[in-house]
């Protein structure tokens, strides 16, 4: 993959040399590095990196928020580094969608490994997001659509067929989409019913 920017969250300084002498000969580009999890989030919005790699030994209840926000608005592929049996770092990535874990002491191989696998699972989840996003977007319209043809059957005496073309040919008229259209039949039937 490489080319992709990173940026390291740690408390010492030896951490984030370690993850650059592995990570840059491989193409990997280096953002920028912070010692606090407010620091982080900031780096994380101004540089939109494709990954972090954060050293869990920093302040952990606040390292814990910044990187639930991190997964819940799918800012970027996380890479936490710890210790083997931390079952506090298990249960935050259990739960998560774009955190993965490498142990301590940091290994070249298993590292370059868990950055390639990340990026591909977080571009995995990134597009099964959109889909769904996309699904529940459609099945809003339908039932809007569906709503207001019954609104115009009941109104203007019209069958199931003849409301539904009503609405396409007024969508095509109008240049609008369908959505729109039903929107504002219900608005209006909404509005009529008030009055």
């Given at each position: 993959?490489?080319?992709?920017?990173?940026?390291?969250?740690?408390?010492?300084?030896?951490?984030?040399?370690?993850?650059?002498?592995?990570?840059?000969?491989?193409?990997?580009?280096?953002?920028?590095?912070?010692?606090?999890?407010?620091?982080?989030?900031?780096?994380?919005?101004?540089?939109?990196?494709?990954?972090?790699?954060?050293?869990?030994?920093m302040?952990?209840?606040?390292?814990?928020?910044?990187?639930?926000?991190?997964?819940?608005?799918?800012?970027?592929?996380?890479i936490?580094?710890?210790?083997?049996?931390?079952?506090?770092?298990?249960?935050?990535?259990?739960?998560?969608?774009?955190?993965?874990?490498c142990?301590?002491?940091?290994?070249?191989?298993?590292?370059?490994?868990?950055?390639?696998?990340?990026?591909?699972?977080?571009?995995?989840?990134?597009?099964?997001?959109?889909?769904?996003?996309?699904?529940?977007?459609?099945?809003?319209?339908?039932?809007?659509v569906?709503?207001?043809?019954?609104?115009?059957?009941?109104?203007?005496?019209?069958?199931?067929?003849?409301?539904?073309?009503r609405?396409?040919?007024?969508?095509?008229?109008?240049?609008?989409?369908?959505?729109?259209?039903?929107?504002?039949?219900?608005?209006?039937?909404?509005?009529g019913?008030?009055?």
């Amino acid at each position: 993959m490489a080319g992709e920017k990173y940026v390291v969250a740690t408390a010492e300084n030896s951490f984030q040399i370690a993850v650059r002498n592995v990570l840059n000969p491989c193409g990997y580009s280096f953002l920028g590095t912070c010692s606090d999890s407010v620091s982080l989030i900031r780096l994380i919005r101004s540089y939109s990196p494709d990954f972090i790699v954060v050293d869990f030994d920093m302040n952990v209840r606040e390292l814990r928020l910044t990187l639930e926000t991190v997964d819940d608005e799918m800012l970027c592929t996380c890479i936490i580094i710890g210790a083997y049996k931390d079952m506090e770092i298990m249960n935050l990535i259990d739960n998560s969608r774009v955190l993965s874990f490498c142990t301590k002491p940091l290994n070249k191989d298993i590292l370059i490994h868990t950055v390639e696998m990340a990026l591909i699972n977080y571009k995995r989840v990134s597009q099964l997001d959109r889909k769904l996003k996309e699904m529940t977007e459609n099945y809003e319209t339908r039932k809007l659509v569906e709503r207001a043809k019954w609104i115009l059957m009941e109104r203007n005496g019209l069958n199931e067929n003849e409301a539904y073309e009503r609405m396409r040919k007024k969508s095509m008229d109008n240049r609008m989409p369908m959505k729109a259209i039903a929107e504002a039949i219900i608005f209006t039937e909404e509005i009529g019913k008030k009055n």
